[in-house]
């Protein structure tokens, strides 16, 4: 009987897409379920795709035994392997992409804390909480500071907001505990939210998490603040917040999840051999 690789949660709907993730926080979204994709089988066992994507998920699997951060650079001779590794690794519930970049792509491996990183550098998976690219991109087109606003007009709730922003982020360096402003609990009219879209903007960044409900994560013009929206299955927003710290805690990887992740893949390659 051949090996098989375990069942991999793929097809339409499964995944992030570009419009998800440029909706604006505040608007309901939808959130598919996933679907069962048969096993993936390897016709020729021993074959060199096979051997070489072997050898790559072995690579993966020293790099977990390592301290995070850690990077592997993916190079295949054939796409018959990077498919293969594609396939036994899957894709996990976060993904990341950036406006204006269209080569950037990140995007967790079903093993949590494994990602598949693709930008100007080539193709690499790296084991971390998030891989750095992400805070460094949002980070490098941001501004240190707010935006001055000469008429805050009827918008009070979000006047407010800023100054607590503004007060918070002039003491706050990366490596602080992250601050949360929760704008689900604070006073707003209807001139508030337009007012915090032109005041903080959205930035390159967009973070999508699916698992029960969703999470969508976008950077906002302000150097190291996040526009953070948690929905219920339903897609409707639960809570709002705007978050700073290099990227928000809702899409990284935990240490637990990291180290869970090494017996994952021993079963994958117990499957593969």
Not at 162 to 176: K, Q, R, V
Not at 246 to 259: F, G, H, K, M, N
Request: hydrophobic share 45%; with cysteine; glycine share 8%.
């Amino acid at each position: 009987m051949q090996p098989t690789i375990p069942p991999i949660l793929l097809g339409p709907g499964s995944q992030a897409d570009e419009a998800d993730l440029a909706t604006p926080i505040g608007t309901p979204m939808s959130a598919p379920m996933q679907t069962y994709a048969p096993p993936v089988s390897i016709d020729s066992p021993g074959g060199v795709a096979e051997q070489e994507a072997l050898h790559c998920l072995d690579a993966l699997r020293a790099l977990l035994d390592r301290p995070v951060p850690q990077c592997l650079t993916l190079d295949f001779s054939s796409s018959s392997a990077r498919a293969l590794v594609a396939q036994a690794l899957g894709r996990g519930e976060v993904e990341v992409v950036c406006a204006h970049r269209p080569e950037f792509s990140v995007r967790e491996t079903r093993l949590t804390g494994v990602w598949w990183v693709v930008d100007a550098r080539g193709e690499r998976l790296e084991v971390a909480p998030i891989p750095a690219c992400v805070s460094r991109i949002a980070a490098a087109v941001a501004a240190e500071r707010l935006r001055e606003v000469d008429d805050w007009g009827a918008a009070l709730g979000a006047r407010a907001v800023c100054a607590e922003l503004s007060a918070a982020h002039d003491g706050w360096c990366p490596g602080d505990v992250p601050r949360v402003i929760n704008l689900s609990l604070s006073p707003r009219g209807p001139a508030d939210p337009p007012m915090l879209e032109q005041v903080l903007g959205r930035g390159p960044v967009a973070i999508l998490s699916r698992g029960y409900g969703s999470c969508r994560i976008e950077s906002t013009r302000l150097r190291h603040c996040w526009w953070v929206g948690h929905f219920n299955p339903e897609g409707r927003a639960v809570l709002e917040t705007l978050e700073l710290a290099e990227v928000p805690s809702a899409a990284l990887a935990t240490a637990e999840d990291i180290a869970d992740a090494a017996p994952r893949l021993d079963e994958i390659l117990a499957a593969l051999r």
